[in-house]
């Protein structure tokens, strides 16, 4: 009876395998036919999609180094300002933000609690609500470059990371901190050499959330950039289909799968931080 | 205890004299991407304006154009339907698929990694590479993604469950793993079968999850838009009477900003008035998952 229950059990767990992995599979289709497209010559990409490119319909490279000039914009450009963008904004979040969560957990005085639950307040409010008056505010100010748009993500992505940095600090004993106090650091002192390091995992998870956040998002960037100079990769991808009327859907594919790999190399090599800095900030979210 | 409030107090006095460093730059830069802009939208909804600068008040007006405006009101429903579509299917697939990985079958790691990947990828991209598989299928029986509402309807739905099951399922995995295994050990001996241990025991204790989830994607059905754009724009119209278009496909926070930025100029205060009335609706979403999950930690 028993051995009959362990055997049963066994043969529902290789079903199971089973059956994950044939979605496993499916899940995985959607980027190989991107793969496959990006070396089909256009004519075919919608005729057969899902047909390997292979005979007449194989362009070789040639969709890679069409993409790289596509749409009147280099590719490269639009790759560098999407680094510097990510790269910028995130450091400055995480900065300022921790800094900020930091002295309000310890001072509490009320302006603290304002700026707080403003800060919560804002994490439920659509893009929709504040982009047209956002992007004008910004142009005045002259915020639209890639190295002045960082400011506008601090602003508008402050949110989310005050909530989570508070909350990590509010877990630290204060204990530490009145020592560093009592041999004579000053508070900048303190922050930077015993409590930042403290905030390590915080830190990563919050600058996971941001990065994943800033490079792919596109509306912002798109109101808020001078589209003529500045080109983020969801911006350009965006255009190739916009504002020309016959679309080259192979040079689209091959362009859409360099974007892709570095995606998906930064995720295979940072996954645990990152489905834990996903979890993290959905919980609390 | 009274010793540890006064030394925290003196730790915060010698602290709050540098605030200018540690608070500034946030405070300044949320005043500019955040406050001023929300306050000013807020009273832009109210005005009648083409540049900021000559913007006319003209009170409700602009709220009662919105509620008669056909695009709006179909914009509306049809992202509840989806919302609500969307939010069911995800949630049990999520949760079926997060259970099976936690039954402790090969491979469990690997799946999990391959289920969460889509996450990573932008909706700009996501909706391009789903209009050409979508595209390469239709295509064979002579129509297109763009050509029937309903196409474009169930096309969002696969594409937002390949993208958001595995980050559900990421939540549901986490929440799975807490339930006390003696709890289950203890439903086991008593002779429950499995399914009653999944419904009575399992499922009871997820139910935190369960809410997380729930709310996440009700509102990210509601403030869908990069998705929304790649994969159909609006697509197919139809024709009013009047003249107007109706963008079937098109959900709020695409009509939003085709009010603010398509061809009818001077329809900002308009546009802006329906961007207040989301605001409440994904603020009021906001809310009561707040309300719901206070609630439910007084029970336990």
Not at chain 1, 164 to 185: H, N, Q, R, T, Y
Not at chain 1, 241 to 268: C, E, R
Not at chain 2, 4 to 31: E, Q, Y
Not at chain 2, 74 to 79: I, K, L, P, S
Request: glycine share 8%; proline share 4%.
């Amino acid at each position: 009876m028993k051995s009959g229950s362990l055997s049963a059990e066994r043969r529902n767990k290789t079903i199971l395998s089973v059956v994950l992995s044939i979605i496993c599979i499916i899940y995985v289709l959607p980027v190989l036919t991107v793969l496959l497209n990006s070396f089909k010559l256009n004519t075919y990409v919608k005729t057969d999609t899902f047909a390997l490119p292979k005979g007449e319909m194989w362009a070789g490279f040639s969709n890679f180094i069409k993409g790289m000039t596509f749409g009147n914009y280099p590719f490269w450009k639009s790759v560098l300002y999407s680094v510097v963008i990510t790269v910028l904004s995130t450091a400055l979040i995480l900065l300022c933000t921790s800094m900020a969560a930091w002295f309000i957990s310890r001072v509490n005085s009320r302006f603290c609690r304002i700026v707080y639950y403003l800060c919560v307040f804002s994490m439920v409010v659509p893009f929709q609500m504040v982009m047209f008056t956002l992007s004008k505010t910004a142009d005045t100010l002259k915020l639209n470059t890639p190295w002045t748009i960082p400011i506008v993500y601090l602003g508008f992505g402050a949110g989310l990371a005050i909530f989570m940095f508070v909350g990590f600090v509010k877990s630290i004993p204060l204990e530490i901190e009145e020592a560093a106090a009592i041999d004579g650091c000053s508070p900048v002192r303190t922050f930077f050499s015993v409590v930042l390091p403290m905030l390590k995992p915080t830190m990563i998870s919050v600058g996971i959330l941001e990065i994943m956040w800033i490079w792919n998002d596109y509306l912002l960037p798109y109101l808020v950039l001078d589209i003529n100079k500045y080109r983020t990769i969801p911006i350009h991808i965006q255009y190739l289909k916009g504002s020309y009327g016959t679309v080259d859907l192979g040079a689209t594919m091959a362009l859409i799968l360099l974007s892709i790999i570095p995606v998906i190399v930064f995720y295979l090599t940072c996954q645990k931080h990152i489905i834990k800095g996903v979890a993290a900030g959905a919980v609390k979210g | 205890m009274k010793k540890r409030h006064s030394s925290v107090n003196a730790v915060s006095r010698t602290i709050s004299k540098w605030g200018w460093l540690f608070m500034g730059p946030v405070v300044v830069a949320f005043v500019i991407g955040f406050v001023w802009p929300f306050v000013q939208g807020i009273y832009l909804s109210l005005c009648k304006f083409r540049l900021i600068s000559d913007a006319q008040f003209i009170g409700l007006g602009n709220y009662t154009k919105a509620f008669s405006d056909p695009g709006f009101l179909h914009a509306f429903w049809y992202t509840a339907l989806f919302a609500v579509v969307s939010l069911v299917i995800i949630n049990v697939l999520a949760f079926a698929v997060a259970y099976a990985l936690t039954q402790g079958i090969k491979g469990s790691n690997l799946f999990r990694t391959v289920f969460f990947m889509p996450n990573l990828i932008g909706g700009i991209v996501l909706g391009y590479i789903w209009s050409m598989i979508f595209d390469g299928i239709l295509s064979r029986y002579g129509t297109s993604i763009l050509m029937e509402t309903k196409y474009g309807f169930w096309g969002l739905i696969i594409l937002m469950c390949w993208q958001q099951i595995g980050y559900m399922m990421i939540i549901y995995i986490a929440g799975l793993q807490a339930v006390p295994e003696d709890m289950i050990e203890a439903a086991r001996i008593d002779g429950a079968s499995k399914s009653q241990t999944l419904f009575k025991v399992t499922i009871p204790n997820v139910m935190p999850s369960i809410t997380i989830c729930t709310f996440l994607s009700l509102t990210n059905g509601f403030k869908l838009f990069d998705q929304n754009l790649a994969l159909t724009a609006g697509q197919p119209f139809i024709i009013q009477p009047g003249g107007t278009a109706v963008k079937t496909t098109e959900m709020l926070a695409l009509n939003i900003y085709n009010t603010f930025y398509g061809q009818n100029a001077g329809s900002q205060g308009y546009a802006q008035a329906k961007a207040v009335i989301f605001f409440v609706l994904v603020a009021g979403l906001g809310l009561a998952q707040l309300a719901f999950t206070r609630k439910k930690e007084v029970q336990q």
